[in-house]
């Protein structure tokens, strides 16, 4: 790394402190968990107060209870988070998909409450932590905002047309987001997931069919964990910052595509 870049960011010997939404379980709780192993100030932001408490009894992260699809409750946890300080990053991870119905035969309900929580509810957080964050970058010489958003947001599939549209949404205005935030030094950048064993996502989703759930993953060797998305998450965060990773797609080495999923152990082939 060149002395050029490294000397654009200003020492500092304040811990960076972390806004990670949907911090209630899976790939959210995991990412303040490991925020926090890597020494940063985090504040879980989810609905379910029990849950955080049991995280910040773990962990020592700050919590705040908030329902992000409410225009009020985003609005006062931007004041307790003014009351905190700068924001050094936004881990944008709140989110979810409701049901597996084709497109002909799809609640339209459903699909209104997916765009809420993956695509409103994120600019909703987005539009009240920026001037935090710009504070942070003052302080710190730069921030971030990663959201987390997923290979449905990329690839369509067969039972997937409501999630597939929320999540397309959301990469379309990070994408937008980006572009608009280009001269500031903060960094806009994208983590996509394909299959995650997380059983919370999987089983709200097949509204709570333990055997729909076991099918999912049946015979897949390794999928990825919450706490893989985690490590990539703070692995973009903890780089150098001039380094934007504007998105990066991760998949377990059996799925090679959103469509070619391998359902047995991986072997070596003969040559």
């Not at 790394?1 to 790939?27: K, L, N």
């Not at 905002?145 to 047309?161: D, F, K, L, P, R």
């Amino acid at each position: 790394m060149s002395d050029e870049h490294s000397s654009t960011t200003p020492a500092t010997t304040a811990p960076r402190r972390a806004v990670v939404t949907g911090a209630s379980s899976g790939i959210g709780a995991a990412t303040v968990r490991l925020l926090r192993a890597h020494g940063w100030e985090t504040v879980g932001v989810a609905r379910r107060a029990d849950r955080l408490q049991a995280l910040a009894d773990e962990t020592g992260t700050a919590t705040i209870v908030a329902d992000l699809t409410s225009q009020s409750a985003v609005d006062a946890l931007r004041e307790q988070l003014d009351e905190i300080g700068p924001l050094h990053a936004l881990v944008s991870n709140a989110g979810g998909a409701i049901g597996t119905d084709a497109v002909a035969l799809a609640d339209a309900d459903d699909w209104t409450r997916m765009i809420d929580i993956n695509v409103i509810a994120a600019q909703r957080v987005v539009r009240a932590l920026l001037p935090g964050l710009r504070a942070g970058a003052r302080e710190l010489g730069h921030a971030d905002i990663v959201a987390v958003t997923s290979t449905a947001g990329q690839v369509s599939y067969e039972g997937g047309g409501g999630y597939n549209a929320a999540k397309f949404a959301l990469r379309g205005m990070m994408g937008a987001l980006r572009l608009e935030l280009a001269g500031e030094p903060l960094r806009v950048m994208q983590v996509a997931p394909g299959m995650v064993k997380t059983e919370e996502f999987t089983l709200n989703r097949v509204g709570g069919d333990a055997s729909k759930y076991d099918a999912l993953y049946e015979g897949v060797e390794h999928p990825l964990l919450a706490g893989d998305v985690a490590e990539v998450i703070v692995h973009a965060l903890e780089l150098p910052g001039h380094v934007n990773l504007d998105e990066i797609t991760m998949r377990p080495t059996a799925q090679a595509a959103a469509h070619k999923l391998v359902r047995r152990p991986l072997e070596v082939l003969a040559d």
